[in-house]
């Protein structure tokens, strides 16, 4: 998922270079949402994923 927010934040990058604001935006809106649903997940990973009994 950090590979689709990175594709995204450079469409978005040379979008705005070639002057295409709409897409720009569109693309650095999506990058963000990406990122966040990213971040959340790998969160609950990180907190889920230690959970282990050691008997």
Request: glycine share 10%; hydrophobic share 75%.
């Amino acid at each position: 998922m950090l590979r689709w927010t990175i594709i995204f934040l450079i469409v978005a990058i040379i979008a705005a270079i070639f002057g295409f604001g709409g897409i720009a935006a569109g693309a650095a809106g999506i990058a963000k949402i990406l990122f966040f649903i990213f971040l959340v997940l790998f969160v609950l990973s990180l907190l889920f994923g230690r959970r282990t009994t050691d008997i």
